[in-house]
């Protein structure tokens, strides 16, 4: 089995990210996060939000609507060249990707193929009553837009000085022809982001910052620098909006591919949707009174590809004891990083007896107001520790026969599998310390 | 002024929520959470998923796409009877909301009505390259198919045992036809969902126990309780699937309308889903070995509507003390509960001197660690205050020219505006105790 294999198993056996709609056979590349991919996705997202946006005075977030005015994306040039180039089968009217076919004849009847075509990303709907031209919405192919469109709303409303961040998260769709690799390329997916808004004299300056604190993300989330690389997009294969964009590519198992953007995007948003709207959208600067457009930085995080690479940097087979001196047995183990961890602390008491949990069921009551705990009474204590390990619980809190008299419990490290006797008393403190180092 | 339209102006003005693509003049009833609603909103969705999630034993998350197989909503009834009843105009062909009209021509044109139809709510669009029946899929029209879905591989990986809950959080999309009054009805709102499982036999136990939460939830967020009342829904007038349902409803400026759901599911969809499906659904007594389907209650929050109920709730006109002795004036002030506040704290140099940006500066790098701060040092202090409390910040502190000489601010309380000089050492132990006091 393959790394990648290994992860969609875990990740399905575990409850991490499952096919969407299984039942009925699924559909097609949609993945649903089960009860641990939920709060993994959560914390990353969380930290996200609280790194960039609510530790810094520079930075505000906005939450906008999916669908916005159809003219949004007719001056953001959506409409005309957010485009993949297909060509479709004569006979059996199959679509591909134009670069991505390998020989003359249908892939999937054999038929003629006709003439390479542009096929918009944008997923179409209907507002209203009729389904009709004038009806006729996108769902977002992006953030970014919102973020533009809302510019003078957010300056008027927070009164920001030059430069800063407007941020946003949430659900972007892309009518994808071929998507695929799990959770990789998927046709509805989480991003995060933000427009940076500066001086355009500045933008280098402001461009490499960001570029160095996307790096110290990447680190944050336990991604070894080894293991992505960034990659300069040269003039004639960047965006139409961008003036310079970098790649930062991660070595997944199925090749290195794009995992976050860093764009400079000029004022080309902001100039379209001035001109497009008749609104005045620049920044007067507050000691010259000069009115100009700000330029923009956009630095973009996948989120459900932070996922998947946090899953894969986490992933180790090593050998560990077992219960019989100096035997060895393999285990899997998630080395999230703690702060992402799903569940912070498991409580197992060694067994089902009432003279445990009357210990064990206060201890997990206290803990779970502060952090998420698991709490499993099934089997050897063997089984219980792979079992956290496989789903990157940090610590262990065994429960023995030991603590009515010592009052005393073991807290066993997750990577060290080291084992330390607390008191109980204070095990609260112990491991709020051990969150902390982060 | 109604209280709605000063909600409605506060929320634009400070930047809680502003129209959607208003720039291109707006998008019928479409909203965007700005930096203070964003932060709003964030702080109620992740307090939900603490207290219905994370701190609970018998609950846990999921995710899911928001595009499903077409055939989830086939099955769950959606596609036949998710409709408002209809009527068009034949000359101009506008429709409206057949139980809504007053009059038999249309209101639009004068034109003639035709017969009622029936309007599905479901959002139409199109997944791979063709726009056809075969490509149709819907945007989810309710959370709750989804942890119905999803039920054996939740149950397979996580092993819960009866009763316990699938908590949800997400974007909704519904094509209303007569959406408005601000956020209260819009075409995709967030929903907040759990469908509860149990044996049939105690479904009545569990829907009052999840009512008395409901109530609890509410008291929470500082709703009071005789703005809202429990409307029992009769036979005839609930949903499809449902064998009892309870309506909170709340007393909005524009009248008594829901807010909150409770419904009792039985086991209709689990039931639908497998026997449309061919999937086996049931449940396995892990002591008899009993195989059934689990029985549903099913609470439903909506998130914007819980964001206007707590703006509706705080606002507060007062009169207040000016820095002149004796004077009154009105203020207007949000008493959000502290949790729930955008900002917890805005630190107030009582000048833009250095010798007091000095002093102000650290304590708020400090303290934006823990907690989202606000900084101003434009204006008056006495304007300065009235701002924070327009926002609802609980707590401001003041660095004057005294602070150098003894080490200590004034932190001025939003509600009280009670004032005390605290030593700088202890501000941090001061507000976090005054915060954990919810």
């Not at 570029?211 to 070894?224: S, T």
Request: hydrophobic share 35%.
């Amino acid at each position: 089995m393959d790394l990648m294999e290994k992860i969609t198993h875990l990740a399905k056996r575990r409850g991490f990210i499952f096919a969407g709609s299984d039942i009925y056979g699924g559909l097609a590349n949609s993945w649903d996060y089960g009860p641990l991919g939920t709060e993994l996705k959560k914390n990353i997202k969380d930290e996200w939000w609280r790194r960039f946006v609510r530790e810094r005075i520079d930075m505000v977030g906005i939450d906008a609507a999916l669908v916005m005015s159809p003219k949004v994306w007719e001056a953001s040039g959506h409409v005309k060249q957010f485009s993949d180039p297909l060509v479709e089968c004569k006979k059996c009217h199959m679509r591909f990707r134009a670069d991505q076919i390998e020989k003359d004849a249908c892939a999937s009847c054999g038929g003629e193929l006709g003439a390479e075509k542009q096929f918009n990303l944008l997923f179409k709907t209907f507002l209203g009553a009729t389904e009709d031209a004038q009806s006729q919405a996108y769902l977002r192919g992006e953030l970014a837009q919102a973020m533009f469109v809302d510019f003078p709303a957010v300056l008027q409303a927070v009164r920001r000085r030059l430069p800063f961040g407007i941020a946003s998260q949430g659900r972007v769709f892309r009518n994808e022809i071929t998507p695929g690799n799990f959770i990789f390329r998927t046709r509805e997916f989480d991003l995060m982001e933000f427009e940076y808004f500066v001086r355009e004299a500045e933008w280098q300056k402001h461009f490499e910052y960001w570029l160095e604190e996307m790096h110290a993300w990447l680190a944050h989330c336990g991604v070894k620098k080894e293991h992505y690389y960034v990659h300069e997009i040269e003039d004639g294969e960047r965006a139409h909006y961008s003036k310079r964009t970098i790649d930062i590519e991660y070595d997944y198992p199925f090749g290195r591919k794009e995992l976050y953007g860093l764009a400079y995007r000029t004022d080309f948003d902001l100039k379209n949707h001035m001109e497009s709207s008749g609104r005045d959208m620049r920044y007067t600067d507050p000691e010259t009174g000069d009115k100009f457009l700000p330029h923009v930085i956009e630095p973009t995080f996948g989120l459900d590809r932070t996922v998947l690479v946090a899953m894969l940097e986490a992933y180790h087979e090593e050998d560990a004891p077992t219960a019989e001196e100096g035997e060895k047995e393999p285990r899997i183990v998630m080395k999230f990083p703690s702060w992402m961890a799903p569940y912070k602390v498991a409580i197992l008491p060694l067994s089902k007896k009432e003279e445990l949990a009357k210990i064990a069921e206060p201890l997990y009551a206290d803990l779970r107001k502060s952090y998420m705990c698991d709490y499993d009474e099934t089997q050897s204590i063997g089984k219980r520790y792979r079992r956290q390990d496989e789903i990157g619980t940090p610590f262990c809190i065994t429960v023995d026969f030991e603590t009515a008299k010592d009052n005393a419990v073991t807290v066993r490290d997750r990577d060290t599998m080291a084992q330390e006797r607390i008191k109980i008393a204070d095990v609260r403190e112990y491991i709020a310390k051990k969150l902390t180092v982060k």
